[in-house]
């Protein structure tokens, strides 16, 4: 849907620390692929929130509430050996005007830096996870995420909307990804300091999104190596048919299934009446 409405293209950008995780597979002149060598279980930090469709994690907001639900969660995982990718938004919500000035406050009534475009992070949350999977998972994965097209002092959520982008034609042309790479191992323990590090991670975030505002880029390693060019696109077009299979079942659904009960619950009741 995105390809055909708002056909972003992703662009990839690494620190020093995540300079070997991406390497090409195959180029012919014109288009490019470019493969992520990350482990198959890492955790995974980033500026924005977005949604999670596989497994996520269902929490209320309220740490006497979650801390039950994370700790089963965590004991299953840190003992498994499948792949995990262990996503966490330490902001806890996008970035809007509001949420702005809530962390503005916070801020100043804990005597804390203030961050020009990004939340204060939380780090409860990513402590207790990183703190379960210190033994089976070795790195932390840090995505800072810019759009084109979003001025200092404005906020996504305001100028893409659903309607703007699949109807108006109003998307970001691209979305700029900056990775960073941090040792589990070198990364305090302690939930104090730990706190420290991770706001400390935030500072530097924010610095980067200024860079990223002032010349429309992140920073690379790479000073003579282009920035990575992922195009939002399906890789067949048979995605494209599966897509409209499940949109046809869904409405077929949709449409049939009342139908169906009604014939169900009509047939049961008079199967109940027969009974008495």
């Known amino acids: ?23 090409p597979t195959w180029n012919d002149g014109n288009n490019s692929k470019f493969e992520l060598d990350m482990p198959e279980r890492l955790i995974l930090m980033a500026n924005h929130q977005g949604m999670q469709f596989f497994k996520f994690i269902f929490l209320k907001r309220n740490w006497d509430a979650d801390r039950n639900v994370l700790t089963k969660t965590m004991d299953r995982l840190a003992d498994s050996k499948e792949p995990l990718w262990l996503l966490i938004f ?5 970035v809007s005007k509001s949420a702005r000035n809530k ?9 804390l830096r203030d961050l020009e475009h990004l939340l204060l992070p939380r780090s409860t949350g990513l402590h207790f996870c990183t703190k379960a999977l210190r033994k089976s998972v070795d790195y932390i994965y840090d995505l800072t995420i ?8 404005q906020f996504p959520e305001d100028i893409y909307t659903l309607r703007g ?18 040792l589990i191992s070198e990364i305090p323990e302690e939930e104090e300091k730990f706190t420290e590090w991770l706001r400390q991670r935030w500072v530097e975030k924010d610095a980067l999104m200024s860079e990223f505002y002032a010349k429309g880029k992140f920073p690379s390693f790479e000073s003579s190596s282009p920035p990575k060019v992922v195009p939002l696109k399906l890789n067949s077009i048979f995605e494209l048919a599966n897509m409209w299979y499940f949109m046809i079942m869904f409405v077929w659904m949709f449409y049939n299934v009342p139908y169906f009960s009604n014939i169900l619950f009509d047939k049961f009741s008079k199967f109940s009446l027969n009974m008495m």
């Open 165 to 182: 982008m699949y109807i108006l034609g109003k998307y970001p042309r691209s979305v700029h990804i900056h990775i960073r790479k941090f």
């Open 90 to 94: 330490p902001e806890g919500t996008v």
């Open 146 to 153: 810019g759009f084109e097209g979003i001025s200092v002092g």
């Open 103 to 111: 962390s503005k406050s916070y801020s100043e009534k804990n005597g």
């Open 1 to 23: 849907m995105n390809q055909f409405f708002a056909p972003s293209k992703f662009i990839i950008t690494l620190d020093k620390s995540a300079k070997n995780i991406v390497s």
